[in-house]
């Protein structure tokens, strides 16, 4: 008797937006990686997600099934590298703790 080891994967994740910024429906697809990588990194859910999106952003908010629960538009974007950010930042961001002493 043969058998055959089925390998169990995550179905590929088609995430749908309405973009306003340019009046179209856009399908974005999650892959297997992606969806494990926003699993581990969310802290809450919905869990923000930034798409680009031709040139602008769209800020997705997708629950813990990967269903889109609302979308944010930017048509402007700034684009730097980690360096410049931290150089354009440095002494602006202050961090205080949410939980108190």
């Known amino acids: 008797m043969l058998r055959v080891k089925v390998r169990q994967t995550v179905p590929m994740v088609r995430v749908l937006i309405n973009c306003k910024i340019c009046n179209t429906r856009v399908f974005y697809e999650l892959n297997e990686e992606e969806q494990a990588m926003i699993k581990e990194k969310a802290i809450y859910w919905p869990c923000p997600v930034i798409v680009k999106h031709i040139d602008h952003l769209l800020v997705l908010h997708l629950d813990d099934t990967f ?15 980690a360096s410049e950010i931290c150089e354009l930042t440095k002494g602006k961001c202050h961090e205080t703790s949410l939980i108190p002493d």
């Open 67 to 81: 269903r889109n629960r609302g979308t944010e538009y930017c048509p402007a974007i700034l684009e730097r590298d």
